[in-house]
T-cell receptor, first 114, second 113 residues
Framework: EAGVAQSPRYKIIEKRQSVAFWCNPISGHATLYWYQQILGQGPKLLIQFQNNGVVDDSQLPKDRFSAERLKGVDSTLKIQPAKLEDSAVYLC????????????FGEGSRLTVL | AQSVTQLDSQVPVFEEAPVELRCNYSSSVSVYLFWYVQYPNQGLQLLLKYLSGSTLVKGINGFEAEFNKSQTSFHLRKPSVHISDTAEYFCAVLGGGFNKFYFGSGTKLNVKP
């Protein structure tokens, strides 16, 4: 079974530039999450999708971050314009909607903002 | 909202020694509890989980954790660690409805030869 796929693995940009990250969850997983993991901290939920609808985006900085999940499958997270404090690893995870949903994580996309 | 506290940010230990990584959560209702491991430059992988039943949960790689409801704790243990256990470990709580996960800040386990 293929795992959660993310790209790119690494990205370096200058502040005020834009960046986009892509995630393809495990087939059949209805719930998709984007987490931000700043160095030395635990993952912080940015946005949670159930199929193609948003369940929770309360911690998403909506003035610069946006995310979509077209057709309830893969998802894109965009940052525009980036700030220095956005330097982090962006983790995508997916889970089945039923049961005590174990999260399956991708390898993450490491963003460095200079 | 739930909160998860991992009391130790770093734990150094010698190979073959026992280790305990501590986790406390804030909740007065039933929760599901998880431990995840993160190796360098990788995503998080599930070590073990507590959903219900026996309070002692066994996971992969010889790890186990004990759910203690009265102390709201879910400490992770291994009787004898290996160099390959060097990684960061995250405790997580599933609660608050609709698959909402809350993660602790992580504990870096550094196993020395």
């Amino acid at each position: 079974e293929a795992g959660v796929a993310q790209s790119p693995r690494y990205k370096i940009i200058e502040k005020r530039q834009s960046v986009a990250f892509w995630c393809n969850p495990i087939s059949g997983h209805a719930t998709l999450y984007w987490y931000q993991q700043i160095l030395g901290q635990g993952p912080k939920l940015l946005i949670q999708f159930q199929n193609n609808g948003v369940v929770d985006d309360s911690q998403l900085p909506k003035d610069r971050f946006s995310a979509e999940r077209l057709k309830g499958v893969d998802s894109t997270l965009k940052i525009q314009p980036a700030k220095l404090e956005d330097s982090a690893v962006y983790l995508c995870a997916s889970s089945l909607v039923t049961g005590a949903g174990e999260l399956f994580f991708g390898e993450g996309s490491r963003l460095t903002v200079l | 909202a739930q909160s998860v506290t991992q009391l130790d940010s770093q734990v150094p230990v010698f190979e073959e020694a026992p280790v305990e990584l501590r986790c406390n959560y804030s909740s007065s209702v039933s929760v599901y509890l998880f431990w995840y491991v993160q190796y360098p430059n990788q995503g998080l992988q599930l070590l073990l989980k507590y959903l219900s039943g026996s309070t002692l949960v066994k996971g992969i790689n010889g790890f186990e954790a004990e759910f203690n409801k009265s102390q709201t704790s879910f400490h992770l243990r291994k009787p004898s660690v290996h160099i390959s256990d060097t990684a960061e470990y995250f405790c997580a709580v599933l609660g608050g409805g609709f698959n909402k996960f809350y993660f602790g800040s992580g504990t870096k386990l550094n196993v020395k030869p």
